[in-house]
């Protein structure tokens, strides 16, 4: 299969993965296994990042991660891998799991069907944002992407979360 195929979620579909504090999967629903192509022995214990598209911009990640590390819960459209080099688009809920005493566990990632109107617009940013990388340093790529991003939003005039609902809400 070619790079070029991609798996589509249905309408009412979910995915859902919880990961230890390292983001090393420790639960997969079986259509998440289905769909990324990988049997439950090949992923838990493994990095999420498995299933990292090289069209995703690290700028992207340094958001989840930031937005993570502040106790709150991400939203974002998330371009996959599969194992067999196909790919999908989800629209992404990563939520800080807590144990009991208040301590983080992991993360618990709910997934589902993204608004293709919005993922046109996305795609363009983050192309862009991986021009952005490679004209940069590895260490310096994810911040500058960033805040290029940052820059976008900004001239939206209005908040990431609030792009978010406009997108989610666009006619498909």
């Given amino acids: 299969m070619t790079r070029e195929h991609e798996v589509k979620l249905c309408e009412n579909e ?3 993965t919880k ?9 997969a629903n ?3 296994m289905q769909i990324a192509g990988y049997a ?5 214990g493994k990095h999420h990042n498995i299933i990292r598209h090289q069209d995703m911009p690290r700028g992207v990640f340094r958001l989840l991660w930031q937005t993570l590390q502040s106790k709150k819960e991400f939203f974002g459209y998330v371009k996959n891998a599969t ?18 005493d208040s301590t983080l566990a992991g993360y618990f990632s709910v997934r589902r069907r993204p608004n293709y109107q919005a993922i046109q617009k996305v795609s363009q940013w983050y192309q862009q944002m991986l021009t952005i990388e490679a004209n940069e340093t590895p260490s310096r790529a994810p911040e500058v992407s960033l805040l290029w991003l940052k820059d976008q939003i ?13 997108l989610e809400a666009l006619k498909e």
């Fill in 14 to 16: 979910i995915i859902i």
């Fill in 19 to 27: 990961t230890d504090q390292k983001g090393r999967i420790t639960y």
């Fill in 30 to 32: 079986r259509r998440f």
């Fill in 40 to 44: 439950e022995p090949e992923l838990l």
């Fill in 83 to 100: 194992a067999d080099g196909g790919f999908y688009w989800v629209f992404a809920n990563i939520t800080p799991d807590y144990q009991v």
């Fill in 154 to 166: 900004k001239q939206q005039a209005c908040s990431y979360d609030e792009l978010l609902i406009q």
